[in-house]
T-cell receptor
Framework: EPEVTQTPSHQVTQMGQEVILRCVPISNHLYFYWYRQILGQKVEFLVS????????KSEIFDDQFSVERPDGSNFTLKIRSTKLEDSAMYFCASSQDQRNEQFFGPGTRLTVL | GQQLNQSPQSMFIQEGEDVSMNCTSS?????WLWYKQDPGEGPVLLIA?????ELTSNGRLTAQFGITRKDSFLNISASIPSDVGIYFC???????????FGGGTRVLVKP
């Protein structure tokens, strides 16, 4: 069964460094998303992406964040200058159509020291 | 602002018991999704609801979408140890729209 994959599974970085989190959405899906989950809290929306552009973003998704679909398969989230409070699980998700059933990847645990 | 409440926050189950959890929203949403999350993993989609009043089953799971489109419940029948985890309701309005997650119901096994 097709699934969303994410790499790396765990990323440790120093405050102020740039990180790129990678995702491969399900191949025939059209909509792509990033969410994050701080330990013990609920999942929060960051950004959605459709037709090669951002369609919606949250207040969390400030100028330090960017997304890109560099080719036909990958979808990346870049954090330019990480802060301690960026430590969280980051989930990529994708959906196909009007039904908006979103399928999540296993996540990348980002630890900022 | 919009409020989304999920209850209970946690519950203990004994193998074989039926359990129920629910989600209420102050706003109308067109699609309600129920997810399960195991520790250190991503949410896994269990059931999707699209029509007001809709009752949908997936194995031992049953979920219903309220008539007002502002609430839903999820039932697990004859619980087993692997039902342990966190269950989230997640709401959305249209294709490509963000999911708004509830706070989750943590299901634990009775000692």
């Amino acid at each position: 069964e097709p699934e969303v994959t994410q790499t790396p599974s765990h990323q440790v970085t120093q405050m102020g460094q740039e990180v790129i989190l990678r995702c491969v959405p399900i191949s025939n899906h059209l909509y792509f998303y990033w969410y994050r989950q701080i330990l013990g809290q609920k999942v929060e929306f960051l950004v959605s992406f459709y037709n090669n552009e951002i369609s919606e973003k949250s207040e969390i998704f400030d100028d330090q964040f960017s997304v890109e679909r560099p080719d036909g398969s990958n979808f990346t989230l870049k954090i330019r200058s990480t802060k301690l409070e960026d430590s969280a699980m980051y989930f990529c998700a994708s959906s196909q159509d009007q039904r908006n059933e979103q399928f999540f990847g296993p996540g990348t645990r980002l630890t900022v020291l | 602002g919009q409020q989304l409440n999920q209850s209970p926050q946690s519950m203990f189950i004994q193998e074989g018991e039926d359990v129920s959890m629910n989600c209420t929203s102050s706003s109308i949403f067109n699609t309600w999704l129920w997810y399960k999350q195991d520790p250190g993993e991503g949410p896994v989609l269990l059931i999707a609801l699209y029509k007001a009043g809709e009752l949908t089953s997936n194995g031992r799971l049953t979920a219903q979408f309220g008539i007002t489109r502002k609430d839903s419940f999820l039932n697990i029948s004859a619980s087993i140890p692997s039902d342990v985890g966190i269950y989230f309701c997640a709401l959305t309005r249209f294709a490509g729209n963000k999911l708004t997650f509830g706070g989750g119901t943590r299901v634990l096994v009775k000692p």
